[in-house]
């Protein structure tokens, strides 16, 4: 009879309560987490994969023949070989990160609060706050966008969008200039009702405090009570000063920071993961979570191979428990003609 030796199948803990618990509070929850506003799911089969980008200009195109699209009778039906929809197949490949902490048995053994949801947790808002700083990296970066569509607020505007006054309404005139120029290169399959405006706190603070705003604010009846913002008529503003709906673009301010330093770095501190003096109108079509394999205008998706798995690992020799959370996504701008990104808004 062969020699057995024990194997390591009780080192492994299971914890699937506790990653529905972060997919919920964490990589689903819209309320507390802005990401969840401007971006697209996509659970993926794979890690690695293709979806298609369909030219928009298509969709629009009117025969430029001698007759158009025209069919006199007693004549054959007009072919359309040369007017099949063009598009391209673009590849993409989920990255896997792991976010981990330890902790000794004994802490988890007298421990009389739940210790291991709460370093669950801890590393659930970890693993948020990469995904945020991940997607950021992305669609603020101006080579992934057609270079029309990264503009200036002066080329948009004619001026600084902080120098807008309710008779030169620039933060109006660079939103609707960019749904515009969305609209014109979707075909009008992304229209103004469709976009947001996305931009971090420092900007909104000092879009916030433009004569744009606040002349238009003082000109209202109940201007006290939106100034308080306390009151049922300050309710539409959000915590930075702006209206939710900022001429009807729902305004979503990414304010979540990251820390880019080692532990005991003398330098480290908060940055904000989306940059500042930049908006970017964009679009997301749906609600949060997509299927694979359909076609979409959202300007980002997020391709999730592994969402956010939290794991639990024993080793009885040292008596500690290895806690760790697995996320393996990617993100890309699969429509890049759905957004406009506006670079230098105040100077």
Same mark, same amino acid.
């Given at each position: 009879?062969?020699?057995?030796?024990?194997?390591?199948?009780?080192?492994?803990?299971?914890?699937?309560?506790?990653?529905?618990?972060?997919?919920?509070?964490?990589?689903?929850?819209?309320?507390?987490?802005?990401?969840?506003?401007?971006?697209?799911?996509?659970?993926?089969?794979?890690?690695?994969?293709?979806?298609?980008?369909?030219?928009?200009?298509?969709?629009?195109?009117?025969?430029?023949?001698?007759?158009?699209?025209?069919?006199?009778?007693?004549?054959?039906?007009?072919?359309?070989?040369?007017?099949?929809?063009?598009?391209?197949?673009?590849?993409?490949? !989920?990255?896997?990160?792991?976010?981990?902490?330890?902790?000794?048995?004994?802490?988890?053994?007298?421990?009389?609060?739940?210790?291991?949801?709460?370093?669950?947790?801890?590393?659930?808002?970890?693993?948020?706050?990469?995904?945020?700083?991940?997607?950021?990296?992305?669609?603020?970066?101006?080579?992934?966008?057609?270079?029309?569509?990264?503009?200036?607020?002066?080329?948009?505007?004619?001026?600084?969008?902080?120098?807008?006054?309710?008779?030169?309404?620039?933060?109006?005139?660079?939103?609707?200039?960019?749904?515009?120029?969305?609209?014109?290169?979707?075909?009008?399959?992304?229209?103004?009702?469709?976009?947001?405006?996305?931009?971090?706190?420092?900007?909104?603070?000092?879009?916030?405090?433009?004569?744009?705003?606040?002349?238009?604010?003082?000109?209202?009846?109940?201007?006290?009570?939106?100034?308080?913002?306390?009151?049922?008529?300050?309710?539409?503003?959000?915590?930075?000063?702006?209206?939710?709906?900022?001429?009807?673009?729902?305004?979503?301010?990414?304010?979540?920071?990251?820390?880019?330093?080692?532990?005991?770095?003398?330098?480290?501190?908060?940055?904000?993961?989306?940059?500042?003096?930049?908006?970017?109108?964009?679009?997301?079509?749906?609600?949060?979570?997509?299927?694979?394999?359909?076609?979409?205008?959202?300007? !980002?998706?997020?391709?999730?191979?592994?969402?956010?798995?939290?794991?639990?690992?024993?080793?009885?020799?040292?008596?500690?428990?290895?806690?760790?959370?697995?996320?393996?996504?990617?993100?890309?701008?699969?429509?890049?003609?759905?957004?406009?990104?506006?670079?230098?808004?105040?100077?």
């Amino acid at each position: 009879m062969a020699i057995g030796y024990p194997g390591n199948i009780n080192t492994y803990i299971p914890t699937l309560e506790l990653s529905g618990n972060l997919m919920v509070g964490f990589s689903r929850n819209i309320a507390d987490f802005p990401l969840n506003r401007y971006i697209t799911v996509t659970p993926v089969k794979l890690p690695f994969g293709a979806y298609l980008y369909f030219n928009p200009l298509d969709l629009g195109r009117v025969r430029n023949k001698p007759n158009g699209a025209k069919w006199a009778p007693g004549t054959l039906r007009p072919t359309g070989f040369q007017d099949n929809l063009g598009f391209e197949e673009k590849q993409f490949r !989920c990255t896997r990160y792991n976010h981990s902490n330890t902790l000794d048995n004994l802490s988890v053994d007298v421990a009389n609060w739940p210790i291991q949801k709460v370093n669950s947790e801890a590393l659930g808002q970890e693993a948020m706050t990469e995904r945020a700083w991940q997607v950021c990296n992305v669609i603020s970066d101006s080579t992934k966008y057609a270079a029309s569509h990264v503009v200036t607020a002066s080329s948009l505007a004619g001026g600084f969008l902080d120098g807008g006054t309710t008779s030169d309404p620039r933060i109006y005139t660079a939103f609707s200039s960019a749904a515009t120029l969305i609209q014109k290169d979707t075909m009008g399959r992304v229209r103004q009702g469709d976009l947001f405006a996305l931009m971090n706190n420092n900007t909104a603070l000092k879009l916030s405090r433009s004569r744009e705003i606040r002349e238009y604010v003082m000109q209202q009846q109940n201007s006290r009570g939106m100034i308080a913002m306390k009151s049922p008529e300050g309710a539409w503003l959000n915590r930075y000063g702006l209206p939710e709906d900022l001429y009807s673009y729902p305004v979503i301010v990414e304010d979540t920071y990251y820390n880019g330093s080692n532990r005991g770095n003398a330098s480290e501190g908060g940055s904000n993961v989306f940059p500042d003096n930049t908006i970017l109108v964009g679009v997301r079509k749906g609600g949060l979570e997509s299927s694979e394999g359909m076609a979409s205008y959202s300007t !980002c998706h997020l391709f999730i191979y592994e969402d956010m798995t939290v794991e639990a690992h024993l080793d009885p020799r040292h008596r500690v428990l290895f806690m760790d959370v697995a996320d393996h996504y990617t993100p890309e701008i699969v429509a890049p003609v759905s957004a406009v990104l506006i670079q230098n808004v105040f100077s």
